[in-house]
């Protein structure tokens, strides 16, 4: 579901539908040293889907759009730091949900939902009241050697001298997108006024509540 161009040329050219795809490249054709593992990126741009409104009705505009902007998290590791480097990417992810105050969850994926890439997946999902429902803030992955192996990006270990597949792992930080409405829905208050997240309120020059727009403001 990505968007392809059509130009002039006979290359096949793509919008980005997440920086993942651009991070893994990174050090294609590389062999590491052990000492500089693991290796995190992170990326923030722009990101296109083809996918926007095509599920429910009640999913246009900004919980499901063709463009929405994305902080992409990217670990290079060796295979027995993995684990400890998946968790703290679901960490990372979910500790910006819970400084916002948002009510959230924290869900594996079944394997039938999952990438064929990658080898597990827990989505952040944050609750929508006007939904009735949790949707996907940050999606955490580990894909094991399966990337490195095409990318033949490998490291050569110490104490045998042995290049070794690395792993890879990626996880978005949060989807703005969604985490509007989860905060406009969330800090709503009965006057129809949504009060500001207290970790935002040193960028909102002082405001802590926002009113709807009347004919007096």
């Known amino acids: 579901d990505v968007f392809q161009l059509r130009g002039d040329s006979d290359a096949f050219q793509f919008l980005l539908p997440t920086s993942e795809t651009a991070l893994v490249s990174v050090h294609a054709d590389e062999i590491l040293s052990e000492a500089e593992l693991p290796k995190k990126y992170f990326a923030y741009t722009p990101c296109y889907r083809k996918e926007a409104g095509s599920y429910r009705a009640e999913e246009r505009g900004m919980i499901r759009g063709h463009q929405f902007n994305k902080v992409e998290m990217f670990q290079f590791t060796r295979a027995e730091d993995a684990p400890a480097a998946f968790e703290e990417m679901v960490g990372k992810a979910a500790k910006l949900v819970q400084k916002l105050g948002l009510s959230y969850r924290v869900s594996?994926?079944?394997?039938?939902?999952?990438?064929?890439?990658?080898?597990?997946?827990?989505?952040?999902?944050?609750?929508?009241?006007?939904?009735?429902?949790?949707?996907?803030?940050?999606?955490?992955?580990?894909?094991?050697?399966?990337?490195?192996?095409?990318?033949?990006?490998?490291?050569?270990?110490?104490?045998?001298?042995?290049?070794?597949?690395?792993?890879?792992?990626?996880?978005?930080?949060?989807?703005?997108?969604?985490?509007?409405?989860?905060?406009?829905?969330?800090?709503?208050?009965?006057?129809?006024?949504?009060?500001?997240?207290?970790?935002?309120?040193?960028?909102?020059?002082?405001?802590?509540?926002?009113h709807p727009k009347t004919g007096d403001r």
Request: with cysteine; net charge neutral.
């Open 108 to 210: 594996r994926l079944a394997a039938g939902d999952c990438s064929a890439s990658m080898q597990k997946t827990y989505d952040v999902e944050v609750w929508i009241p006007s939904m009735q429902i949790y949707k996907e803030v940050s999606s955490v992955s580990t894909a094991s050697d399966y990337q490195a192996r095409r990318g033949n990006i490998r490291f050569r270990r110490e104490s045998t001298g042995k290049t070794e597949f690395l792993h890879t792992l990626n996880g978005s930080g949060l989807a703005t997108s969604r985490v509007m409405p989860a905060i406009a829905e969330q800090f709503q208050q009965e006057d129809g006024s949504i009060r500001v997240p207290e970790v935002l309120a040193p960028w909102m020059n002082g405001i802590e509540v926002i």
